[in-house]
């Protein structure tokens, strides 16, 4: 696959590079992932989550040969939920594979109440580190 280029923030097919329409949050997660594989086999496995949004994270560390497009669940914290592989890359010192998943919007993010104390913790943290302005 090769590299994307842009022109001023703009890909070469005109659209925007950034089309993220959510704030991501850079934590590390431990999940069971399981689906079909390209073999058709089906398998189940503990992994990492990086770089979630209530929409969507980075997998890594997957030993499933996935593609674009397939669907796969996602366990986190008692919670499940379906997930399309929108990417996939090998990692280049090791075996294991990298996906960035895209939740299916019908079923609820598992890791929704992290993130919403994740942003309350932000929240907190600026307010509180914020000049006092005086009358």
């Known amino acids: 696959m ?3 280029r842009s022109i ?4 070469i097919d005109g659209t925007s590079e950034h089309r993220r329409c959510e704030p991501r949050t850079d934590l590390d ?3 069971t992932v399981w689906g079909v594989d390209t073999r058709r086999d089906r398998f189940l496995q503990e992994t990492r989550a990086r770089d979630i949004s209530l929409s969507g994270a980075l997998l890594v560390g997957l030993d ?3 593609r674009s497009g397939d669907v796969i669940g996602i366990l986190y914290a008692g919670k499940k939920a379906r997930y399309r592989v929108v990417w996939v890359r ?3 010192t090791s075996d294991k594979v990298q996906a960035a998943v895209h939740r299916f ?3 609820e993010c598992p ?3 992290l993130l919403a104390d994740e942003r309350k913790d932000g929240e907190t943290t600026a307010s509180s580190s914020a000049p006092e302005t005086s009358r």
Request: aromatic letters at 4%; zero cysteines; hydrophobic letters at 35%.
């Open 90 to 92: 090998h990692s280049g």
């Open 29 to 31: 997660l431990g999940l």
């Open 2 to 4: 090769g590299n994307l």
């Open 8 to 11: 001023n923030g703009r890909s």
């Open 105 to 107: 919007a019908a079923d």
């Open 64 to 66: 499933a040969e996935l």
């Open 111 to 113: 890791w929704k109440e």
